[in-house]
């Protein structure tokens, strides 16, 4: 997946603003493209976002305020998390895009310039700026993957729900951090099968004390001890001496989790390799920029596998189960949001 370049993120194509004509055929364009994706949480979720009109402000970002969509106890805005969402040139749309989106931002700077003091000529380059405007736009229109645009909408939804559930829902958040521990598990214990032919009950519970004493130090700050206390009720005294043993009490990177699990000898790996497998199971991008910086983007990551996407072409799920269980856990989150029109 290929970054927006600086001279594409500054070309403007945050700043169009669309009428209401243009604005109603580009979310028509969405609602059509929505349909090859059939029933469902994921087309539930975006028809509701395009019924709104609340995906254009996320492109074209001038149209709208960061207050558009708020959970009922405040916090970080829709618009931001689909912003996040867009991030990639490919999930946007084609080449040409940023270059239709140049070429109408300058069309529009000309208009409003010929509008400034209006006479007969005027009038008449008025006239023919507003034909090629439309010229331009349906080019713009049409050079979107909408699909993408899509699967980038629903993505954004995700990071918001996570947002909202894991710093304005105490009640779900348990749950939801459970479930995301568990998938790491998934994860490390996918990683040991690669040297191991079968995972026996003891190295079983180990790598899932291990994924929950990561979340609880990584994600959450909490001390090794604190962490380590917290396991006791629910793992053997020889899955927590296992731990102590390590001595690995700090994790200023994802992938110091090779440290433990080279450390309580479950399999010999380094830093670099860890991160190579994880950028062989979920992509560079992905793992660098959603799995490994913070809890919510974790989160929606994980959460957004359960579904086909192409955002993530370079990604797959670890355990479609557990990735769906905390897909709707994060849904459920949606009864906590109140959606305001943009319309």
């Known amino acids: 997946m290929k970054r927006l370049s600086k001279e594409a993120k500054n070309s403007g194509l945050n700043t169009i603003e669309f009428n209401s004509e243009e604005s109603k055929e580009f979310n028509n364009k969405l609602f059509t493209a929505l349909r090859k994706f059939g029933s469902g949480r ?5 028809h509701k976002l395009i019924d709104h009109n609340l995906i254009i402000p996320a492109i074209f970002g001038g149209q ?3 207050s558009l969509v708020a959970p009922a106890t405040g916090g970080t805005s829709l618009k931001a998390m689909l912003m996040n969402a867009y991030h990639y040139d490919d999930s946007v749309g084609a080449r040409g895009t940023v270059t239709y989106a140049m070429e109408r931002i300058s069309i529009d700077k000309d208009i409003h310039k010929e509008e400034t003091f209006v006479n007969d ?14 010229e331009v736009t349906d080019k713009l229109l ?9 699967d980038g909408a629903y993505f954004g939804w995700l990071l918001f729900m996570a947002d909202t559930a894991i710093h304005h829902d105490e009640a779900a958040k348990p749950k939801i951090v459970t479930t995301g521990a568990d998938i790491l598990a998934s994860i490390l214990k996918k990683l040991y099968k690669q040297v191991n032919s079968k995972i026996d009950p003891d190295v079983h519970q180990l790598i899932e004390a291990i994924a929950i004493y990561f979340f609880k130090i990584y994600f959450y700050g909490e001390t090794a001890s604190y962490a380590l206390n917290s396991l006791k009720k629910a793992f053997k005294e020889d899955i927590i001496e296992a731990i102590e043993r ?47 910086p913070s809890l919510v983007t974790f989160l929606a990551f994980m959460a957004n596998l359960a579904q086909p996407n192409g955002l993530f072409k370079d990604s ?15 849904l459920n989150e949606q009864k906590k949001v109140t959606i305001k029109d943009n319309k």
């Open 316 to 330: 797959y799920s670890v355990d479609d189960e557990v990735h769906t269980r905390l897909e709707e856990l994060l």
């Open 246 to 292: 390590a001595k690995v009490t700090k994790f200023n990177e994802f992938g110091d989790l090779a440290k433990i699990l080279k450390e309580t000898e479950l399999m010999p790996i380094t830093n670099n390799t860890f991160d190579m497998q994880m950028e062989r199971m979920f992509g560079k991008i992905g793992y660098r920029e959603y799995v490994s």
């Open 121 to 134: 000529a005027r009038l008449h380059n008025i006239e023919k700026l507003n034909a090629k405007r439309k």
């Open 64 to 66: 709208a305020t960061d």
């Open 142 to 150: 049409n050079s979107f993957d909408y699909i993408k645009l899509i």
């Open 42 to 46: 994921k087309t539930k979720a975006v």
